[in-house]
């Protein structure tokens, strides 16, 4: 194609955008095309390292050399990708015929942020940015191995996102490597704006209860799970990433797990468990054993309960969900409530809403005690995603003990683990026990 018609072309390929801005360099016998996105490039960096040295060169032919030379020089595309390119904040360079590339995009957020959902006390405080380029610099500012790979594509068929897929070439599973790819591909989704969504469309099983990756904002947790084989999903403009594959016991590690002695470490992963017990099964026994076996308490601690259930109008089984469907209101309010009333809000909300239950005889003393253990047991899970599930699964089993007591309840638990153990997160036991080894390196041996 002559010149004239590969400016046609790149203008055919705008026709429907007014936000393309082109610029033409002109000096003596050279000539020069600029075509960008104004609102998307740094406009001082474009002036200062392609628009002043095109003047200052002697001939297009040391000009393009030099522009070969910066190290925002991109490799030659397709025709058709430049068009994404441009929109995605490239300055494309028209010149002896020949399209070049040169990535000058004006970041606003490429500032690393401070973790905000995945707090800690001891260890590191930073958190992933909204820039890709800053996340993977996070990473790789911690991770010194030559081994390090990163592969980009693009998700989204209408937003065309960047995507980063980081593992470690001598640990990573091959396997998992390739399944993450083949579900990559099949994603044909029209816009993909956030990692949570990516892991959804990932994740092809509609009605699984558990989550198959990891979301985290850490770069620290980033780079525990690169050095224990595991693949790193980034899109560019969200400050969280994707861990896979996972198992059920990472979703109760917390990264100051590994800031403490072993004792410390263990006993705080005692309450974790604990706590997942405690906010599975408590509502389900209170129903189990008021309903059914009263006779498994303590005379006293029996007619304790039966004393505080006094004018209760209402079984264990509306008793207890009444006061759970509140207690999730609740949380859902102090999520979307803004944060400087949030707080003060729902712990207002639930001081009231307690006192005037009880008051009312909808509810009784010991039930109030049980919905704030719970709701406590809930919060002690340091991943969310695992949470959320656990919070669902709880109705499952209120379920159960509804309609088939204690001998219900335990079926359901049993229920519970083999659903465990028959799934998986891309091919690896969603159960197994991922203990990381630790080898010593001695000259010459590869661990």
């Known amino acids: ?67 070969k030379a910066l190290p925002q020089f991109q490799d030659s ?5 430049l068009t994404v390119e441009v929109l995605n904040g490239n300055v494309l360079i028209f010149i002896q015929n020949k399209f070049y590339l040169l990535d000058l995009k004006f970041s606003f957020n490429d500032q690393a942020n401070t973790a905000s959902v995945e707090t800690t006390i001891h260890g590191s405080q930073l ?22 790979y990163v592969e980009y594509t693009t998700t989204g068929q209408v937003n065309n996102h960047k995507l980063a897929i980081i593992y ?40 699984s209860l558990f989550p198959q990756m990891i979301v985290t904002e850490r770069p620290d947790r980033i780079v525990y799970n690169l050095s224990g084989g595991k693949v790193i999903l980034m899109v560019d403009g969200n400050p969280q990433a994707l861990i896979a594959p996972v198992y059920f016991f990472d979703f109760m590690t917390s990264m100051e797990d590994n800031y403490h002695s072993f004792f410390i470490s263990f006993f705080l992963k005692f309450l974790r468990y604990t706590g997942l017990f405690i906010s599975l099964l408590l509502p389900g026994l209170y129903i189990g054993i008021t309903s059914f076996a009263p006779e498994v308490f303590r005379t006293e601690l029996a007619l304790t309960i039966a004393g505080s259930r006094t004018g209760v109008p209402f079984s264990s089984f509306v008793e207890v969900l009444f006061m759970l469907f509140f207690m999730e ?48 047991s809930t919060f ?10 656990i919070r669902v699964i709880r109705l499952i089993f209120i379920l159960a003990a509804t309609i088939f007591g204690l001998a219900g309840l335990t079926l359901g638990l049993y229920a519970f683990i083999m659903y465990l153990v028959s799934i998986d997160s891309f091919g690896e036991p969603y159960l197994k026990f991922n203990r990381k080894k630790k080898n010593k390196v001695e000259a010459g041996e590869k661990t």
């Open 380 to 389: 002690v899970i340091p991943i969310n995603e695992m949470a959320f599930s």
């Open 329 to 376: 209101m609740l949380l859902e309010a102090s999520i979307r409530l803004p944060k400087t009333i949030s707080a003060t809000a729902t712990t207002v909300g639930g001081l009231i809403l307690g006192s005037a239950v009880t008051e009312a005889s909808l509810a009784s003393d010991i039930m109030i005690i049980i919905v704030s253990a719970v709701a406590i």
């Open 77 to 81: 595309k397709s025709k058709e990708q």
């Open 1 to 67: 194609m002559s010149s004239a018609e590969n400016i046609k072309w790149i203008n055919e390929q705008f026709k429907d955008t007014n936000e393309l801005t082109t610029k033409t360099l002109e000096d003596d016998d050279k000539k020069a095309e600029l075509f960008y996105i104004k609102p998307l490039i740094d406009v001082e960096l474009l002036q200062k390292i392609v628009i002043k040295p095109y003047f200052e060169m002697q001939s297009e032919t040391k000009f393009i050399r030099y522009l």
């Open 168 to 207: 470690d070439k001598d640990k990573v599973n091959e396997n998992v490597l390739n399944i993450i790819t083949e579900k990559l591909q099949q994603v044909d989704k029209q816009v993909i704006t956030s990692t949570v969504q990516l892991s959804n469309y990932l994740n092809n099983k509609m009605f």
């Open 127 to 148: 958190a992933l940015s909204d820039n890709i380029a800053t996340n993977i610099n996070l990473i790789r500012s911690d991770y010194h191995q030559p081994t390090l």
